[in-house]
C-alpha cells in the first residue's frame, strides 16, 4: 500500500510562495506518477502537477504553469510544489497522490490516482 503524506501549506500574502512536500512510503510497482491536486471550497478537485517516478517526466497544469513548479528527490522519496507568485485563487487543500497513467492519457486525470495523502490547507490572503 503506497501511503503519502503532505507537508509545508500554510497561510501567506498575495505574492508570497510556499514549497510543499509529499513524501512517499511503500511499493512502488503499482504507480508511475505522482502528483498534485487542489481543491478551493465549493469546487471541484484539479490537477496541478505531475511526474513520473522513474523518468522524471513532468506536467503542469497551464493555470499555474508559470509560477509553480515540480521536482523529485528519489533519495528522500519525496515530490515537491515549488509555489510562486501566490493568488487569492490558489487558495485551497493540496493533495499529493499516486497512480498509474496509461500511456498516451492525460496526466492529471483524477481517476487514474488511487492512492491520496490528507492534504495540506494553502491560504492566500
Known amino acids: 500500500q503506497v501511503q503519502l503524506v503532505e507537508s509545508g501549506g500554510g497561510s501567506v500574502q498575495p505574492g508570497g510562495s510556499l514549497r510543499l512536500s509529499c513524501t512517499v512510503s511503500?511499493?512502488?510497482?503499482?504507480?508511475?506518477?505522482i502528483s498534485w491536486f487542489r481543491q478551493a471550497p465549493g469546487k471541484e478537485r484539479e490537477g496541478v502537477a505531475g511526474?513520473?517516478?522513474?523518468?522524471?517526466?513532468?506536467f503542469t497544469a497551464e493555470s499555474v504553469k508559470a509560477r509553480f513548479t515540480i521536482s523529485r528527490d528519489n533519495t528522500r522519496k519525496t515530490v515537491y510544489l515549488q509555489m510562486n507568485s501566490l493568488i487569492a485563487d490558489d487558495t485551497g487543500r493540496y493533495y499529493c497522490?499516486?497512480?498509474?497513467?496509461?500511456?498516451?492519457?492525460?496526466?492529471?486525470?483524477?481517476?487514474?490516482?488511487?492512492?491520496w495523502g490528507q492534504g495540506t490547507q494553502v491560504t492566500v490572503s
Open positions: 497522490a499516486a497512480g498509474r497513467v496509461p500511456y498516451g492519457e492525460w496526466i492529471l486525470t483524477l481517476h487514474f490516482y488511487n492512492f
Open positions: 511503500g511499493p512502488s510497482s503499482s504507480i508511475n506518477y
Open positions: 511526474v513520473h517516478i522513474s523518468t522524471g517526466n513532468k
